[in-house]
């Protein structure tokens, strides 16, 4: 029989597919965040209880960090991108649904181990792309990736009171799936084959032999990317219970720190060419940090009786903590890189790896001072990390 080989795509269109499936990633993984005031009633929890059951994902995660890469390199990208996505629609399933937090438990964590197996093996994708185009792309896959969990913010706000969670997920979870696996279908020909790109090979052996903790960029790193994850967990929340906004405009000050967010990621690079990245990384985690900590301070004190404007102080400092922290965390991610001397696909994996342990302690922490205190108090925390990385910023030299 003779071999035809599969006809393969245009640059342009690789570029749109890989879009889509960064979009859809996004759009998926973050619907149920907006809702998680939701989830935690239906689990009875407590907010010591329901953070630290949030947090079982960071498991998964880890599990996927140190095992995936390697299992792309074996078998191909396409043939785990179609798993994850098959798991991200099962799992969040699962996790809107279920009132057992046993069971939520163990779907959480398959639920972070699919995150990072498709977040994986889409970079590896994409940093293929790069190699084979010459263009720079994975910035702006973050930025599309950050549209995506917008949107789905603005559509849960929507939705709340108006739609049941398990009806929401369920039908939203389904379509991303269904347009993931015809994008991945027409991404085949050019998705990484098993065993052809060693650069993307995140074997076990090698992340725990010769295992490097560099100090300034993983602590700079977790202080400066903090306050996203714990607004993830904890926004929604924060607003219901301790400002009072009991309708589904309670998901507006983590849509508009997410907003900003994206902003700052797409147009950072206008001020490089005047600033550097150091400079610029110390002032502007400091306009987060402040922002941040002054809107949670007015909104408790000054405005505790004045609901409204309590809730626009908030909107404001979460905005402006989503503008300032946007491009912090990708820089000390470049730093890790050129302080390195390990191949960019170890170097992800170390960082990964201490930025994982880290955020799961973290977390923890966050979600007992919650407990002890006031979610107020708790989310203190992450701010307070914001204002702590001017001392980590020297590493961004030469960056």
Known sequence: MPYFKMSTITAKKELGYLRILFFTFGLGIMSWIPRFPEVKEALKLTNGGF???????????????????????????????????????????????????????????????????????INAQGFNYQDRTGKFIITQMSGVWGAGALITALISGFLVDRVSLHLHIGVLTVVVFLIQAVVIKSLAPELL???????????????????????????????????????????????????????????LPFILFTMWMIFGRFTVHYLVPRFTL???????????????????????????????????????????????????????????????????????????????????????????TAQATSLTIGLLIPGILLLTVPFFAKALKGV
């Open 193 to 251: 084959k098993a065993n052809q790109d060693i650069e993307v090979d995140y074997k076990l052996k090698e992340l725990f032999s010769g295992f490097s903790f560099d100090r300034m960029v993983s602590l700079g790193l977790i202080s400066a990317i903090f306050l996203e994850f714990a607004l993830s967990d904890w926004s929604a929340i924060y607003t219901k219970e301790e400002i009072g906004i009991k309708s589904g405009i309670n998901t």
């Open 51 to 121: 953070g630290s059951l949030i947090s079982t994902g960071s498991l998964g995660s880890l599990i996927s960090l140190l095992t995936v890469g390697h299992v792309v390199h074996r078998i191909g990208v396409k043939r785990v991108l179609y798993t994850a996505s098959f798991f991200l629609m099962a799992t969040l399933i699962i996790l809107t649904t279920v009132d057992s937090s046993l069971i939520f438990f163990f779907a959480n964590i398959a639920f972070g181990a699919a995150i990072s197996a498709f977040h994986i093996s």
């Open 278 to 368: 150091e400079r610029l990384a110390v002032h502007a985690s400091l306009l987060a940090g402040v922002s941040f900590l002054v809107s949670l301070f007015l909104a408790r004190s000054v405005f505790a009786t004045n609901q409204d404007m309590a809730f626009l102080v908030i909107c404001i400092g979460f905005s402006l903590a989503g503008l300032g922290s946007s491009f912090i965390g990708p820089t000390f991610m470049a730093a890790a890189n050129t302080r390195s001397k390990h191949p960019a696909s170890v170097v992800i994996g170390h960082i990964g790896v201490a930025n994982i342990i880290l955020a799961f302690i973290l977390k923890w922490v966050v979600a007992w």
